[in-house]
């Protein structure tokens, strides 16, 4: 039996106190704040072509490589360009790739961790081992295996970043259904006489998909990056410019990353926060719902 | 002359919800190769004393008064004095032997590690006291021992690790808080006699710690109650069962099941629940749950009485229901 | 010894399934004479290649029925014969012996940098809990985490090799060309890719063993051996550091994967002979036979240090018998 002293409590103390505060305060500020990031990032990728930005591929907009200045903010690169305007419409192929990858994963990796840890069973095995198939690639392997036999496109390249998703997106629902599966509302629902279909999309679907938001960030930060990796090789996305590349070629002759090394130092900037406002909401977010399930 | 003295402890916690105040006003002493027994429920304070002579506590608790051991005080001793002070001079013997041995660590070397920190003995020498202590608790095929790792032991057997552990350096004095709460009724037995035998022979003071009033009875020389983080009653162990003061002695002497009651007997368990300290206290603790309370109780602490049936007997109560009630 | 059985055959299950799926990617994506052989595939390429083709034809037995094909071809990498590249015909095997040992070097450098850092800053922190120094650490951390390794190594090229050490050449202290003249001489040259590829996981280690030490430094044998008087650094290092490093072992395993995709990174953007520099040049020249070799290498690498991270249980918690 375990004494519960004083002394428990005084140590415990600096885990945070969950006083039935709104879900929103007990976020945070930095979660807000992240948020707002991401909207604004997003939203200039989104509106691109009507801002009044330079034509990313237009030369001698600035000078060779001059610096940052009003009218030309993240400074010109080597051969004139607006690395603002590169900056923008390389988050737009970027956090296209990273969306429409988690979108595969959770799609895909979802559905099988749904139904196998409904179903078990037979079918669970032969998922599960998939699963553990696909977690032994090492990660960026399997996508270029994938994106060099595929082609280098936007939807090849999300997609073989999806596939990379599944398994763990597959594993976490598979966890999160097992949990719920064994619940009474859901044995109700089958002594009810509810069909497997209407239990899964009713009862099991959102009590394994919201705990999984925080994933969804979470691995939308991985597949940003990975992205980021494959275009810095010069193996991602063929036409257009996306973070990674932009960053690489501002970078790779070293007299031009001394003589001007804003034209990479803006886009990692933007890169570090949108990386950073991703691992971060997704971490809130993991914390708040694990302290939520425990009220369910 | 005695080897330790506590006078006036307090041990408040500073959490972000306010202060928690786990021990006020707390006094006892303890004489070489004496016994002194420590009881209460849950909460009531008593670990949270011994945690703080051990310098055991958190940052964020803050501790007053003092506690003399040998003439010095123990809360502000220079760190040169305290490395050779605990282990050595004092020892503990914690709650749970499942978890107080390190599952990673051999036998051996858990036993000999603080010998080898505190007095830089030899290795073959410190495995051959390690044996003798082993010995010394009772531990058969000690020498067996010194290679197996925890999880091969009994609970019972640990604690006799943990115990020889503790006697390693020689302490003077002993402090063992609720040795027995977690192991089999069957083993438990053994362990206090163990302790008891241990303390006579080697002349130890014993500070034991327990829930249980029946586990002091004929194993102390005085007895500490303890309720909310104060002291109830503090008198020689034959005075108290003689004579019990306090509503809240009397109330956990009748909780615990007791053989020789006769058959069918109910117990009475003590209604209600252990305070809230973190509230500023402003009567008796017990005041809530005692049946005998009456309005001072609520709005005035009592202090400490002198005034049992013999010298020495005290109790924090303005309606003491022994023999000083009567008079 | 039966959990030992038992996860060596799902180990080499695993291994069954990454070689099928190469080797299915390679025959059903694409022609497969073209994925070994590149353009002289194409029938029309010139008389000159048709006996290559045919030779082709056989040796990768393509008038086999795939599961035949695949069986010979997984016969032929146990035996180490992993098809020739593209380039000058040389054998993958060769290439992959010559490039092999700079890579694993590089990644296990990487990781005794991290855990050598990363070990003292979690106890550091943990030690210090929830004080200023744990803070700040915390938040630092945290924003190591979000600097992808190819943003790494353009900062820390700049900073060190462009800035600090503005005449940086061969003879600088640590030289921008790979050099494996001696084992100072390979530790120099690879100091910054390793300290690239380390970071990240600084930070994930670091996070990881604070939060397990806090949560160890909780336990009783932690108030016992404080009881028996050790010093704080005793206690730290010799009673909670063990039992608290299993969560950073399992996620050791686990990061080679991504330090395997970090290294190709580095090895592009320093020039270091590794397999990542060679698999992104063969796969510019889609060069198919190296890539799946070194795909196939690399994969059971990942496959066997996982294995051996749980084989490390042992060592680590005696509890842990492999006899389940």
């Known amino acids: 039996m375990a004494e519960t002293t004083a002394h428990d409590i005084a140590v415990e103390a600096p885990a945070e106190a969950d006083t039935g505060q709104s879900v929103s305060s007990r976020l945070g500020l930095g979660f807000w704040l992240s948020v707002v990031w991401l909207i604004i990032v997003a939203g200039l990728a989104l509106l691109a072509p009507w801002l009044p930005i330079a034509d990313p591929n237009e030369t001698a907009v600035g000078g060779r490589?001059?610096?940052?200045?009003?009218?030309?903010?993240?400074?010109?690169?080597?051969?004139?360009?607006?690395?603002?305007?590169?900056?923008?419409?390389?988050?737009?192929?970027?956090?296209?790739?990273?969306?429409?990858a988690i979108l595969v994963g959770f799609l895909v990796g979802g559905t099988l961790g749904i139904l196998s840890g409904y179903f078990r069973g037979r079918f669970d095995s032969i998922v599960s081992f998939i699963f553990v198939t696909l977690l032994s690639f090492p990660a960026l392997i399997l996508a270029i295996l994938i994106t060099t036999l595929l082609g280098r496109t936007v939807f090849w390249v999300a997609l073989?970043?999806?596939?990379?998703?599944?398994?763990?997106?597959?594993?976490?629902?598979?966890?999160?259904?097992?949990?719920?599966?064994?619940?009474?509302?859901?044995?109700?629902?089958?002594?009810?006489?509810?069909?497997?279909?209407?239990?899964?999309?009713?009862?099991?679907?959102?009590?394994?998909?919201?705990?999984?938001?925080?994933?969804?960030?979470?691995?939308?930060?991985?597949?940003?990056?990975?992205?980021?990796?494959?275009?810095?090789?010069?193996?991602?996305?063929?036409?257009?410019?996306?973070?990674?590349?932009?960053?690489?070629?501002?970078?790779?002759?070293?007299?031009?990353?001394?003589?001007?090394?804003h034209a990479a130092f803006f886009p990692i900037g933007v890169v570090f926060l949108t990386v950073l406002s991703l691992n971060y909401a997704g971490d809130r977010l993991r914390e708040v719902f694990d302290a939520k399930e425990l009220v369910l | 002359m005695s080897l330790l003295d506590v006078e006036d402890l307090a041990v408040t916690f500073n959490t972000p919800d306010g202060?928690?105040?786990?021990?006020?006003?707390?006094?006892?002493?303890?004489?070489k190769g004496?016994?002194?027994?420590?009881?209460?429920?849950?909460?009531?304070?008593?670990?949270?004393?011994?945690?703080?002579?051990?310098?055991?506590?958190?940052?964020?608790?803050?501790?007053?008064?003092?506690?003399?051991?040998?003439?010095?005080?123990?809360?502000?001793?220079?760190?040169?004095?305290?490395?050779?002070?605990?282990?050595?001079?004092?020892?503990?013997?914690?709650?749970n032997p499942m978890t107080s041995l390190n599952p990673v660590k051999r036998i051996g070397s858990q036993l000999t590690e603080g010998m080898r920190y505190h007095t830089g003995i030899s290795s073959s020498d410190a495995n051959a006291r390690a044996v003798e202590l082993l010995d010394l608790v009772r531990i058969p095929d000690a020498s067996d021992r010194l290679a197996q790792y925890p999880h091969e032991l009994s609970g019972g057997m640990r604690q006799r690790v943990v115990i020889a552990m503790a006697l390693a350096n020689d302490p003077a004095l002993l402090i063992a808080d609720e040795p027995t709460t977690a192991l089999d009724v069957t083993v438990q037995r053994d362990i206090l006699d163990l302790l008891d035998s241990l303390r006579a022979d080697l002349d130890m003071g014993l500070v034991l710690i327990?829930?249980?009033?029946?586990?002091?009875?004929?194993?102390?020389?005085?007895?500490?109650?303890?309720?909310?983080?104060?002291?109830?009653?503090?008198?020689?162990?034959?005075?108290?069962?003689?004579?019990?003061?306090?509503?809240?002695?009397?109330?956990?002497?009748?909780?615990?099941?007791?053989?020789?009651?006769?058959?069918?007997?109910?117990?009475?368990?003590?209604?209600?629940?252990?305070?809230?300290?973190?509230?500023?206290?402003?009567?008796?603790p017990f005041?809530?749950?005692c049946t005998y309370a009456i309005d001072r109780c609520s709005s005035e602490i009592p202090p400490l009485f002198d005034g049992g049936a013999r010298a020495d007997h005290y109790y924090a109560c303005f309606v003491p229901q022994g023999s000083a009630g009567e008079s | 010894m039966k959990f030992l059985l038992q996860r060596l055959a799902q180990m080499v299950a695993v291994v069954l399934a990454v070689t099928f799926l190469c080797f299915a990617a390679l025959n059903f994506l694409g022609d497969p004479l073209f994925n070994i052989l590149g353009p002289i595939a194409d029938e029309n390429s010139g008389e000159e290649y048709a006996e290559v083709r045919?030779?082709?034809?056989?040796?990768?037995?393509?008038?086999?029925?795939?599961?035949?094909?695949?069986?010979?071809?997984?016969?032929?990498?146990?035996?180490?014969?992993?098809?020739?590249?593209?380039?000058?015909?040389?054998?993958?095997?060769?290439?992959?012996?010559?490039?092999?040992?700079?890579?694993?070097?590089?990644?296990?450098?990487?990781?005794?940098?991290?855990?050598?850092?990363a070990v003292p800053w979690a106890v550091i922190s943990a030690a210090r809990a929830y004080r200023t120094v744990d803070k700040v650490s915390t938040v630092v951390s945290f924003g190591l985490l979000g600097i992808p390794v190819f943003a790494l190594v353009v900062l820390l090229s700049y900073g060190i090799q462009l800035k600090w050490d503005p005449q940086w050449g061969d003879d600088s202290l640590f030289p921008g060309r790979y050099d494996d003249e001696s084992l100072m001489s390979r530790l120099r040259s690879l100091a910054i890719p390793a300290t690239a590829l380390a970071i990240p996981l600084i930070a994930i280690y670091q996070r990881l063993l604070r939060t397990d030490l806090i949560s160890t430094l909780q336990e009783d044998?932690?108030?016992?051996?404080?009881?028996?008087?050790?010093?704080?650094?005793?206690?730290?290092?010799?009673?909670?550091?063990?039992?608290?490093?299993?969560?950073?072992?399992?996620?050791?395993?686990?990061?080679?994967?991504?330090?395997?995709?970090?290294?190709?990174?580095?090895?592009?953007?320093?020039?270091?002979?590794?397999?990542?520099?060679?698999?992104?040049?063969?796969?510019?020249?889609?060069?198919?036979?190296?890539?799946?070799?070194?795909?196939?290498?690399?994969?059971?690498?990942?496959?066997?240090?996982?294995?051996?991270?749980?084989?490390?249980?042992?060592?680590?918690?005696?509890?842990?018998?492999?006899?389940?």
């Open chain 2, 210 to 284: 327990t829930h249980d009033l029946g586990v002091v009875h004929d194993r102390t020389d005085n007895i500490v109650v303890m309720y909310g983080g104060r002291v109830m009653e503090l008198a020689p162990t034959n005075d108290v069962f003689a004579d019990m003061e306090h509503p809240y002695t009397e109330a956990l002497y009748q909780s615990i099941p007791n053989m020789s009651l006769p058959r069918g007997t109910r117990l009475n368990p003590i209604p209600g629940s252990p305070p809230d300290l973190s509230v500023t206290p402003v009567g008796c």
């Open chain 1, 65 to 100: 490589l001059e610096g940052p200045r009003s009218g030309l903010w993240f400074g010109s690169d080597a051969t004139g360009r607006d690395v603002f305007s590169l900056t923008i419409w390389g988050a737009r192929i970027s956090l296209l790739v990273g969306f429409i």
């Open chain 3, 54 to 117: 045919a030779e082709a034809r056989a040796e990768y037995n393509l008038d086999k029925p795939f599961p035949e094909r695949y069986v010979r071809w997984v016969g032929g990498m146990v035996q180490g014969d992993f098809g020739r590249s593209f380039k000058n015909q040389t054998e993958v095997s060769t290439e992959l012996s010559n490039r092999l040992p700079v890579t694993v070097f590089l990644m296990v450098y990487a990781q005794v940098l991290a855990v050598v850092i």
């Open chain 3, 221 to 324: 044998f932690i108030a016992v051996a404080r009881a028996k008087g050790m010093s704080e650094r005793h206690v730290l290092f010799r009673h909670a550091l063990r039992p608290s490093l299993f969560s950073m072992l399992t996620v050791f395993g686990i990061q080679t994967g991504a330090l395997i995709g970090g290294s190709i990174v580095v090895e592009q953007f320093f020039a270091i002979p590794g397999v990542g520099r060679a698999l992104v040049e063969a796969i510019i020249r889609d060069d198919f036979p190296l890539v799946l070799g070194v795909v196939v290498v690399v994969s059971v690498i990942f496959v066997v240090v996982n294995f051996l991270v749980d084989l490390a249980y042992t060592f680590l918690d005696p509890r842990v018998k492999f006899d389940g």
């Open chain 1, 160 to 261: 073989s970043l999806g596939i990379l998703a599944i398994a763990p997106v597959g594993r976490l629902a598979r966890a999160q259904t097992l949990v719920f599966a064994e619940r009474d509302f859901v044995t109700a629902a089958r002594v009810l006489g509810a069909s497997h279909r209407r239990i899964i999309v009713h009862e099991l679907l959102p009590n394994v998909v919201i705990p999984m938001s925080a994933l969804a960030l979470l691995g939308m930060g991985i597949a940003v990056v990975a992205e980021g990796t494959l275009a810095f090789l010069g193996i991602s996305v063929e036409d257009g410019l996306s973070w990674g590349k932009q960053i690489f070629l501002a970078a790779s002759r070293r007299s031009e990353l001394q003589d001007g090394p």
């Open chain 2, 19 to 31: 202060p928690v105040y786990a021990v006020s006003n707390v006094s006892f002493s303890v004489k």
């Open chain 2, 287 to 289: 005041a809530p749950r």
């Open chain 2, 34 to 95: 004496e016994a002194l027994g420590i009881v209460g429920e849950s909460g009531s304070g008593k670990s949270v004393t011994v945690k703080s002579l051990m310098g055991l506590l958190p940052r964020t608790a803050d501790i007053t008064g003092t506690a003399e051991f040998d003439g010095v005080n123990l809360f502000n001793l220079p760190s040169d004095r305290k490395k050779h002070f605990y282990g050595v001079d004092v020892a503990m013997v914690f709650q």
